[in-house]
């Protein structure tokens, strides 16, 4: 089992192989010369392909030997079929799609499995060191964490440029969404499509995946925009939206990207908030006998620095009332925290007590700072109002937030908030920010399927002072501002 989610090895089903190849087939009119699955397992795909293009030449590799063993027997009869035993990081691709001069299709299912859980499992089924940072790569996957069915399309389109290809991949959305930008950017002169395919059915993978078609072609693209359909089920041909890049920004939906541009702007600075890396230590419930931590220990501490504290899962669900409280030694994370000790000797006293959890922190922000130092705090942290909204959920949903028994509520690390001083200031953003035309303006650059659904980026995209001037409110809200400044 292991060695099958190093390498994300998950069969094709006979079944799927055969729909994808009748799609390119009969969608696309494509009769390919020469087909290629580079990751070919059984060889589910290829034996299709036999069938629909009998006169194609076939080439598939795999690590497994089995596997290919499997696939030369499945495709026994078929004369102009090479299955090879080989590892893809190691394979002088640009020689083999160099071969031939004729239609090429590049036809499979690279392994659905990150970097970092390859590396987890003490596993080894990756790109060597030195060609990860292959031009392009770095910005689209990041140096430490990236899905290697992307490392392996990009391989592949830089291999076979200046000739005449279709690539039919299998994958998550997210990496074909990855590949189009990287399209963009080195303005490929390529058309694509994306078909929603159920991955739960085919290989109980609880992730948004899709049939991702490319077409290319040699030469540059003129401009740098790229529009592509989404079509929400294989093989259909209605109710596309189209997702794009355009003007280097990826979005979800390019129709209402277009109705919204008009609300692009620099906005204001989102923040996140606290990341409280000693959660039991530093967050705490109260109860009849006072303060408990995650321990479980009864906390004697003074209630000064101790606030309220809303998760992102409070946020997302509309439970505003804090039932969790959070000790907060600094004011900005290069506040000197010795004041602790000679003004809430209690405080200092129980921090003391946990100071190896402190110092068992691993990230490299807590470096040279001073002890109980915590990340994700400054002046914007203890703003009495404030709209906030959780990154993780596939909800769009602003919580207007005030405070809580005389104190500023704080956030953990999955929200993002915008401060206020004034209430009638944080009003007038929330009814901005809750309104139909910002709505609009999210759900155009939002993909709901990431990791991280709501980024900062695209918050800090939308200028409210120009949604404000779109429904006639700018003066209002020129005013409220003045006023809290």
């Not at 998950?10 to 994808?20: D, G, I, K, Y």
């Not at 026994?76 to 239609?103: K, M, S």
Request: charged residues 25%; aromatic residues 10%.
């Amino acid at each position: 089992m292991r060695s099958r989610v190093e390498r994300g090895d998950w069969q094709t089903p006979p079944e799927l192989a055969r729909e994808v190849v009748a799609i390119l087939a009969d969608h696309h009119g494509l009769v390919p010369d020469a087909v290629i699955e580079p990751t070919c397992g059984r060889g589910a795909f290829l034996v299709e392909a036999a069938r629909r293009w009998p006169a194609a030449k076939l080439f598939g590799l795999d690590i497994d030997p089995h596997h290919v063993a499997q696939a030369r027997k499945a495709l026994a009869d078929h004369a102009r079929a090479t299955l090879v035993v080989g590892d893809f990081f190691f394979t002088p691709w640009e020689r083999i799609l160099a071969e031939g001069d004729g239609e090429l299709l590049l036809l499979g299912n690279p392994p659905w499995v990150t970097s970092a859980a390859v590396g987890a499992l003490g596993g080894s089924n990756l790109p060597p060191k030195e060609s990860r940072g292959m031009r392009g790569i770095d910005a689209l996957t990041g140096k430490s964490n990236f899905d290697v069915s992307e490392w392996m399309i990009l391989r592949l389109l830089r291999a076979c440029a200046g000739r005449r290809t279709t690539l039919a991949m299998l994958c998550k959305a997210a990496v074909a969404r990855k590949v189009m930008a990287y399209c963009a950017k080195e303005r490929l002169c390529a058309q694509g499509e994306l078909h929603a395919i159920d991955a739960r059915r085919a290989f109980d993978a609880a992730v948004e995946a899709v049939l991702f078609v490319l077409r290319l072609q040699p030469g540059r693209a003129e401009g740098a925009d790229v529009r592509w359909p989404v079509f929400p089920r294989l093989g259909s041909r209605d109710g596309a939206r189209e997702i794009g890049v355009i003007d280097g920004i990826l979005v979800a939906d390019v129709a209402a990207f277009e109705r919204t541009r008009h609300l692009l702007g620099d906005g204001p600075a989102w923040r996140s908030g606290i990341k409280h890396d000693c959660a039991r230590v530093v967050e705490l419930r109260r109860t009849t006998r006072g303060w408990v931590n995650g321990f479980g220990e009864e906390v004697s501490i003074e209630p000064d620095l101790v606030y309220p504290l809303l998760k992102g899962s409070d946020v997302a669900n509309d439970r505003l009332v804090p039932s969790r409280w959070i000790l907060v030694t600094q004011r900005r994370l290069v506040e000197d925290t010795s004041y602790i000790q000679s003004e809430f000797p209690r405080t200092w006293t129980y921090l003391g007590r946990h100071a190896s959890a402190f110092a068992a922190r691993k990230s490299r922000i807590y470096s040279g700072r001073p002890p109980f130092a915590i990340f994700g705090v400054g002046d914007y942290t203890f703003a009495p109002w404030k709209l906030a909204i959780c990154g993780l959920y596939k909800r769009l949903r602003f919580q207007l937030v005030g405070p809580f028994e005389g104190k500023p509520v704080v956030f953990d690390d999955t929200c993002y908030f915008l401060p206020f001083w004034s209430e009638e200031e944080a009003r007038s953003h929330f009814e901005l920010y809750t309104s139909n035309e910002a709505s609009e303006f999210f759900r155009a650059r939002i993909f709901w399927d990431a990791k991280r659904p709501i980024r900062r980026d695209v918050l800090q995209s939308l200028c409210p002072r120009k949604l404000a001037r779109a429904k006639g409110r700018e003066e209002a809200f020129d005013r409220t501002t003045r006023e809290s400044a």
